[in-house]
Structures are given as structure tokens and as C-alpha cells.
């Protein structure tokens, strides 16, 4: 026991980022069980959009979209979503709902606000656009 605590003792720093790094990990497991939405594959994704006619809502620039996106997508800015200007999304409730950004991380934010904004069904795309062009899936700029 005196080993450990003379450890603390010559190295407070990296004792702390190890606490930080593991209090860090815990809000993320936590945040994740207790989110309404889910982080779904690309594979998933095509079966849901192929056999549940799911809708994909692109929270990506303007620029960006018209560079390519998922067939059928709709872009949607993610402070229309935050200020609930979304009312022809209103229409895709009951609808399954796929949230896609570049990287998933505001793809997330939009799937939370969606969640509490009454929709039904969720899903968040894991590695948004990057990881769906990285497997070849299809993409269109129209």
C-alpha cells in the first residue's frame, strides 16, 4: 500500500489524468445508456432506409450536402432542430429517423433534440459521412 501511495506522491499529475481519463469514461458509458436514440452502423442503416423507409436527416453544411449525400436525405440545419423550426420534419414522427453529420458528433446533438422534440424513432449514424463514403456506399449530389 505505501508503493501507491509514494506513487501519487512523485507523480500527481499523471495520477490525475488517469482519474480524469476514468471519470471521463464513465460519464460516456452512462451518457450512452441513458440516451433515447441509437448509434447504428452503416449497414444498419441501409436495412433501415431499404426494408422501414426511414428517413435520413443531414445536419451538415449547405456546402457540404450539395457535395454529397445519402440518397433521399434531407438537410437540415442543427439550429433549425435547436429552435424547433423543423415543422416539415413534423411529418416523420412515426417514422423511423436517421441523424447524419460528417463525424456523428452533431449528428448526436440533433438525435437528442429530436428525441425530446417527439420523435419516435431515432438512430444516429456511427462515423457519419466519412465512414459511409470510406465503405463506397451511394451518395448523391441532386
Given at each position: 500500500?505505501?508503493?501507491?501511495?509514494?506513487?501519487?506522491?512523485?507523480?500527481?499529475?499523471?495520477?490525475?489524468?488517469?482519474?480524469?481519463?476514468?471519470?471521463?469514461?464513465?460519464?460516456?458509458?452512462?451518457?450512452?445508456?441513458?440516451?433515447?436514440?441509437?448509434?447504428?452502423?452503416?449497414?444498419?442503416?441501409?436495412?433501415?432506409?431499404?426494408?422501414?423507409?426511414?428517413?435520413?436527416?443531414?445536419?451538415?453544411?449547405?456546402?457540404?450536402?450539395?457535395?454529397?449525400?445519402?440518397?433521399?436525405a434531407?438537410?437540415?440545419?442543427?439550429?433549425?432542430?435547436?429552435?424547433?423550426?423543423?415543422?416539415?420534419?413534423?411529418?416523420?414522427?412515426?417514422?423511423?429517423?436517421?441523424t447524419v453529420?460528417?463525424?456523428?458528433?452533431?449528428?448526436?446533438?440533433?438525435?437528442?433534440?429530436?428525441?425530446?422534440?417527439?420523435?419516435?424513432?431515432?438512430?444516429?449514424?456511427?462515423?457519419?459521412?466519412?465512414?459511409?463514403?470510406?465503405?463506397?456506399?451511394?451518395?448523391?449530389?441532386?
Amino acid at each position: 500500500m505505501q508503493e501507491y501511495i509514494d506513487f501519487f506522491q512523485a507523480h500527481p499529475i499523471l495520477v490525475c489524468v488517469w482519474v480524469m481519463l476514468f471519470i471521463a469514461l464513465i460519464v460516456a458509458s452512462v451518457r450512452v445508456m441513458l440516451s433515447k436514440f441509437t448509434v447504428i452502423s452503416q449497414q444498419e442503416a441501409v436495412q433501415l432506409i431499404n426494408k422501414q423507409n426511414a428517413m435520413v436527416f443531414d445536419v451538415r453544411s449547405q456546402d457540404a450536402f450539395k457535395k454529397g449525400h445519402v440518397v433521399n436525405a434531407i438537410q437540415v440545419s442543427l439550429s433549425d432542430i435547436k429552435n424547433q423550426q423543423t415543422t416539415q420534419l413534423s411529418k416523420y414522427k412515426v417514422r423511423p429517423v436517421i441523424t447524419v453529420c460528417d463525424l456523428g458528433q452533431q449528428s448526436e446533438q440533433a438525435a437528442d433534440l429530436l428525441t425530446k422534440q417527439g420523435f419516435e424513432q431515432v438512430f444516429n449514424l456511427k462515423g457519419g459521412m466519412n465512414e459511409w463514403n470510406a465503405q463506397n456506399l451511394p451518395v448523391t449530389t441532386k
